[in-house]
């Protein structure tokens, strides 16, 4: 019987050698999508650090509304915002099927809390429509289909840099 495994591994390891990086990339880049009802958002995923479940956040006097404290991770204190208050949106507050997105850009490490975490999916610039009409705040870049508003997470590092944790 062993040998017969053997076999199977063998034969298996010939197929997945032959099959080409190509055949499972698509072109694009890769985002990762997510909720925060009803609105639909999305990151480049060279920001993303870690997807975690909701844990109690640390409230920390005299920060903007929308961060709602912090959370101690790996002898780091991070601050977590909250897009809902961030961009003012009409939603129901935390529940517990929230998520926290720890991300990284120009050295400063964040969480952004989310509803629920739609995946990973590719999109290509050409699929970025930036209406020039629009007067979109500079934390968006762009909207893909299904109006998916691409956060420029450099952007919002940046108004994190003026604030003291």
Same mark, same amino acid.
């Given at each position: 019987?062993?040998?017969?495994?053997?076999?199977?591994?063998?034969?298996?390891?010939?197929?997945?050698?032959?099959?080409?990086?190509?055949?499972?990339?698509?072109?694009?880049?890769?985002?990762?999508?997510? =909720?925060? !009802?009803?609105?639909?958002?999305?990151?480049?995923?060279?920001?993303?650090?870690?997807?975690?479940?909701? *844990?109690?956040?640390?409230?920390? /006097?005299? @920060? /903007?509304?929308? =961060?709602?404290?912090?959370?101690? %991770?790996?002898? &780091?204190?991070? /601050?977590?915002? !909250?897009? &809902?208050?961030?961009?003012? +949106?009409?939603?129901?507050? +935390?529940?517990? #099927?929230?998520?926290v997105i720890f991300l990284e850009?120009?050295?400063?490490?964040?969480?952004? @809390?989310?509803?629920?975490?739609?995946g990973l999916f590719t999109f #290509?610039?050409? $699929?970025?429509?930036? !209406? %020039?009409? @629009?007067?979109?705040? &500079? $934390?968006?870049?762009?909207?893909? *289909? !299904?109006?998916?508003? +691409?956060?420029?997470?450099?952007?919002?590092?940046?108004? +994190?840099?003026?604030? #003291?944790?």
């Open positions: 019987m062993t040998g017969l495994k053997e076999k199977i591994l063998d034969e298996r390891a010939k197929r997945l050698k032959n099959i080409q990086e190509k055949d499972f990339v698509q072109s694009g880049d890769y985002y990762l999508v997510f =909720i925060i !009802n009803p609105d639909v958002f999305a990151i480049h995923v060279s920001h993303l650090l870690e997807v975690g479940k909701y *844990q109690e956040l640390f409230h920390v /006097p005299l @920060l /903007p509304d929308y =961060i709602p404290g912090v959370i101690f %991770r790996s002898g &780091k204190i991070i /601050p977590v915002i !909250n897009i &809902k208050t961030y961009f003012e +949106l009409r939603t129901p507050g +935390l529940t517990s #099927s929230d998520h850009a120009d050295g400063l490490i964040f969480g952004l @809390l989310a509803d629920r975490i739609k #290509s610039d050409e $699929e970025l429509f930036m !209406n %020039r009409e @629009l007067s979109l705040p &500079k $934390e968006i870049k762009g909207y893909f *289909q !299904n109006d998916i508003a +691409l956060l420029s997470i450099e952007n919002i590092a940046m108004k +994190l840099r003026d604030i #003291s944790f």
